[in-house]
């Protein structure tokens, strides 16, 4: 099990940098396509990238689905 720091180390994600915008650029995401996968709407994920003051509850999401990309990543890797 990992906790956020070890997911934030994980993905090279600094304390400065703003979560959101660093997802959908390291996995060549949408911002559409991010909050569809953690559930929320697109228009609200924006506010929270622009203003950078980001719920725990999303950031949590978000944190979950980069650690379910980086274990169905490695698993893939195992299977080869």
């Known amino acids: 099990e990992y906790s956020?720091?070890?997911i934030k180390a994980i993905i090279g994600l600094s304390e400065?940098?703003?979560i959101i915008q660093f997802?959908?650029?390291k996995y060549d995401l949408?911002?559409?396509d991010?909050?569809?996968s953690i559930g929320v709407k697109e228009g609200s994920l924006r506010a929270f990238a622009s203003s950078n003051k980001i719920s725990k509850q999303v950031e949590t999401a978000i944190e979950l689905y980069v650690e379910n990309i980086?274990?169905?990543e490695k698993l893939g890797k195992i299977k080869l």
């Open 4 to 6: 956020n720091i070890d």
């Open 16 to 18: 400065k940098q703003n």
């Open 23 to 25: 997802t959908c650029d």
């Open 30 to 32: 949408r911002l559409k």
């Open 34 to 36: 991010l909050a569809d």
């Open 70 to 72: 980086e274990l169905k």
